[in-house]
């Protein structure tokens, strides 16, 4: 017998995740409460990898989209490798289980404590970002008396055509180094025994939903690798980053993994290297919500309404930070006409609103909201500001729920301050 549909499905009128009713969840767990769908995430996970099979690659999951240790142990099993863009990322990686060959480490800004654990772990490959860090990359190699690889990060002056805060491929951006400097600077290092550079990578931004600024960034970043190659620098592999966008909206248009894979594959094939994807957000974002209760309900100036909820910007700043829009539904709707309200957190801030002019079924205190699509960047970026405990988080595993995080108290707040 088939088992539940994988994911958020309403079944007679609740909305479950895997087959387990949220308001379940929300009693044993308290809200506001992450909740996600480790068969959706299995799902997703092979979604993305099928178009690839054709072409040696590895998929280097973006640990920063959702750094939960339970969604890396699962992605790992489903076969990731991983992407960390810290220290703590690269130590949470090897608590999860992963290899450290099986980790590239991304990041502006690697302090020298970083790289010492970088140098030390033997990993699959360090991206660089300036000539600076590459050259304190062989310093500490060589004081090591170890080879590091590394890759070099090019900065193809692409225009990702997303939020400027997420755009990362122009060359007025902080990140990677033009093809010239790229080029300039892997000729000088393969001079350098303490450093191999292994590979070139790339990431023009997040959220991208149409092919054509990754096929141009690939592209570019191709052509330097085969010429780079034909100079006889030995090249192992292309990083394409991550960057892939979702729907958030109903009707909003994006790119498929097919799409995405045809946009890459006709360069990587021509390069003959292994293709490195870093995927974050189109594997875990649709596989989460944020699931909060009603605690108050208030009409203002103007008949505005306000529903007033126990999740914040402090749990999901992703609205208030690039005016995102999520979907948000009732977990179990009341009969009767949508009524039109802002959703708001009880943070001191006007920017605490998760959405604004939402038409809702009729409310109560104490029923339940979901915000859609929370996977991704959601629990990651969550802060304690107002003095709120980070929320829990509950993975549906293989149909069971299990909590996976526990929430914050204040006195686990308290025991950092002297
Ligand atoms: N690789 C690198 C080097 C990255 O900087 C990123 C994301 C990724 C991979 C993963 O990208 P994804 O597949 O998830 O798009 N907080 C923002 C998104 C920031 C993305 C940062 N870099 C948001 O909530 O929209």
Request: charged residues 20%; negative net charge; aromatic residues 4%.
């Amino acid at each position: 017998m088939a088992g539940p549909v994988a994911g958020f499905v309403y079944d007679n009128g609740i909305l479950t995740c895997d087959g387990v009713a949220l308001p379940d969840i929300a009693a044993s767990a308290g809200t506001p409460v992450y909740v996600y769908s480790g068969a959706l995430l299995a799902e997703r996970y092979q979604a993305f990898e099928a178009p690839f099979a054709g072409v040696p690659h590895t998929l280097h999951y973006a640990i920063k989209a959702n750094a939960t240790l339970a969604i890396l142990r699962r992605l790992r099993e489903l076969g990731a490798s991983a992407d960390a863009n810290s220290g703590g990322e690269i130590e949470l990686a090897l608590a999860a289980g992963f290899e450290p060959r099986a980790i590239v480490f991304t990041g502006v800004g690697k302090t020298r404590a970083e790289l010492e654990r970088a140098v030390a772990l033997d990993l699959a490959a360090v991206n660089v970002e300036s000539p600076g860090e590459l050259s304190r990359i062989a310093a500490l190699a060589t004081a090591a008396g170890r080879t590091v690889r590394v890759a070099v990060r090019v900065n193809p002056d692409v225009d990702a055509g997303t939020h400027p805060h997420i755009a990362t491929g122009s060359s007025a951006t902080k990140f990677g180094m033009s093809i010239a400097d790229a080029r300039a600077l892997v000729r000088e290092m393969s001079a350098r025994p303490a450093v191999r550079v292994v590979g070139l990578h790339v990431h023009i931004g997040s959220q991208i939903t149409t092919p054509e600024p990754i096929a141009r960034a690939v592209d570019l970043v191709t052509d330097l690798a085969r010429s780079l190659m034909s100079e006889g620098v030995p090249l192992e592999h292309l990083d394409a980053g991550g960057g892939l966008g979702i729907a958030y909206r109903p009707d909003q248009t994006t790119l498929s993994p097919e799409a995405y894979a045809a946009a890459i594959l006709p360069a990587i094939r021509r390069s003959g290297l292994r293709l490195l994807l870093e995927p974050g957000r189109w594997l875990i974002g649709p596989c989460g919500v944020l699931l909060t209760e009603v605690v108050d309900l208030k009409s203002q100036a103007g008949g505005e309404r306000f529903v007033i909820v126990d999740a914040g910007m402090n749990d999901l700043i992703r609205p208030a930070l690039y005016g995102a829009w999520h979907r948000i539904d009732a977990a179990h709707p009341r009969p009767g006409s949508p009524v039109r309200a802002d959703v708001v957190g009880p943070v001191c801030e006007t920017a605490d609103t998760l959405g604004a002019q939402r038409d809702l079924p009729p409310l109560e205190v104490g029923d339940l909201l979901v915000v859609r699509d929370a996977g991704a960047y959601g629990a990651v970026m969550a802060s304690n500001y107002n003095r709120r405990p980070l929320a829990a988080e509950v993975l549906v595993d293989r149909g069971h729920a299990r909590l996976v995080r526990r929430r914050q108290t204040a006195a686990d707040l308290r025991q950092w301050d002297e």
